[in-house]
């Protein structure tokens, strides 16, 4: 059996057991070789857009035997599917606002349809992802932060609500700001959640607040070359910049000794 890397191992942690996989941008194809060696799905595409991502994909398959069981697929995001065809979408090593696109568009052409969950892995832009998940009702179910190699990645794990109704409840829960207020004392901004993560907020962990002391020193780098600058709208950055500094510095200060948990 092939072994994974950190990153991969934990994405394929979070698919459910017995699922039908499409990995969507695959590369070598070794998340759904993985997955179909250790018994946990019993078939997969592998869908790449690049031609040398595409071969190496075919070969990774081919030697491991899997022909009959994955297809390895060239094409553009979810274009490699059709309706119905996995259970699970794993997407990772990707932006997050390209995830979005692709979910997005996937979404528009139907391919969403008969897809019970999501694996989705950005290296950057995070929020974006979560805000397309609310906006479309899917539901955070699990988050992972993992260290790999000097970089930091968060995977996310998401569900179908069956409606509407049941994801506006679940999601409404998940980022109420009561329940920040009850944990920290003051209510934190439904955006300020979305952006350092629901599930990671309520399970903190060392690498999360690496990741985060990594991100206020960037945000003050970006505060220094505001306060250089006498345009009203600068000023404006500033004020809104330093509002998020204040907000996350208190929020880390508090998990330094408090650990939340989530009913």
């Known amino acids: 059996m092939i072994t994974l890397s950190k990153r991969l191992d934990t994405i394929a942690s979070l698919v459910s057991s ?94 969403l349809e008969g897809v019970r969950e999501l694996v989705l892995q950005p290296n950057v832009g995070e929020e974006l992802v979560r805000r397309w998940l609310v906006a479309h009702h899917w539901v955070l179910q699990a988050e992972r932060i993992v260290l790999e190699d000097g970089k930091i990645y968060e995977i996310m794990h998401a569900t179908a609500a069956k409606d509407e109704q049941e994801a506006a409840e679940a999601n409404g829960k998940l980022y109420h700001p009561g329940f920040w207020e009850q944990t920290y004392g003051q209510p934190l901004r439904p955006d300020l959640v979305v952006m350092m993560g629901p599930w990671l907020m309520r399970q903190p962990d060392a690498v999360w607040s690496r990741k985060w002391q990594g991100e206020l020193a960037k945000l003050e780098h970006i505060q220094s070359q505001l306060s250089r600058s006498d345009l009203p709208e600068s000023r404006e950055k500033l004020m809104q910049l330093q509002q998020d500094m204040n907000e996350i510095k208190e929020v880390l200060a508090c998990l330094q000794t408090d650990t939340p948990s989530f009913n």
Do not use: F, W
Not at 61 to 80: F, W
């Open 18 to 111: 017995q699922h039908r996989v499409a990995d969507i941008g695959s590369d070598h194809a070794l998340l759904p070789v993985y997955l179909l060696q250790s018994g946990k799905c019993p078939a997969a595409i592998a869908g790449e857009l690049n031609e040398g991502p595409y071969k190496a994909a075919c070969r990774q398959v081919a030697a491991a035997g899997l022909q009959h069981k994955i297809q390895v697929r060239q094409g553009n995001g979810l274009d490699v599917l059709h309706q119905s065809e996995a259970d699970t979408i794993t997407i990772a090593g990707m932006g997050g606002g390209l995830i979005r696109d692709i979910l997005e568009s996937g979404r528009a052409a139907g391919k």
